[in-house]
C-alpha cells in the first residue's frame, strides 16, 4: 500500500481504527470513507467478509 500511492500507512488507518473494525464490528471508521475507502477500505472489508 505504502509503495503503490507513497503514503504513510497510518494516515489511511491507525491501529486502533483497525482493531475496532475487526473485533467491535466498528462499520463506519475513518477509512471506510472517501479517499481511503479506495485504498484500503474496500479490501479490509472483503477480508474481513471473507471469512
Known amino acids: 500500500m505504502q509503495k ?4 504513510c500507512p497510518h494516515i489511511i488507518a491507525t491501529q486502533k ?6 473485533t467491535r464490528g466498528n ?15 474496500k479490501d479490509a472489508e472483503a477480508i474481513l467478509n471473507s471469512h
Not at 4 to 7: A, D, F, L, S
Open 4 to 7: 503503490k500511492y507513497n503514503i
Open 17 to 22: 481504527d483497525i482493531r475496532d473494525f475487526i
Open 27 to 41: 462499520r463506519f471508521p475513518k477509512f471506510m470513507n472517501g479517499w481511503r475507502s479506495g485504498v484500503f477500505g
